[in-house]
């Protein structure tokens, strides 16, 4: 039972990568005004004047950073396999 548990590898594809970034790039500007006015994230997303300004801001950074990192080419490589150039890749295109 432990040998067939830790024999299971998850392969992670680009898809999978996109996907996680997607749901990290909506998270952050809601985690960052929960921080900022110091309060719990059910409530930022229930006050009347920061839900036009906060979607604004999710889908302006979402389509950014998507942009910037298909342009850059982070979900064209092989990660399993990954060398030095991709990890210069990834600190320029994060950076």
């Given amino acids: 039972m432990i040998n067939r548990i830790s024999s299971t590898r998850f392969y992670f594809r680009n898809r999978h990568f996109l996907s996680i970034d997607l749901f990290l790039f909506a998270f952050t500007p809601l985690w960052a005004l929960a921080l900022r006015i110091d309060t719990d994230l059910g409530l930022v997303l229930n006050r009347p004047g920061y839900q036009a300004d906060l979607l604004l801001i999710i889908l302006l950074f979402s ?4 942009t910037v990192f298909l342009w850059g ?9 990954a060398s030095i150039d ?3 890749s990834v600190a320029i295109l994060t950076g």
């Fill in 63 to 66: 389509v950014i950073k998507l």
């Fill in 73 to 81: 080419g982070l979900y064209r490589h092989y990660w399993r396999y």
């Fill in 86 to 88: 991709e990890l210069s």
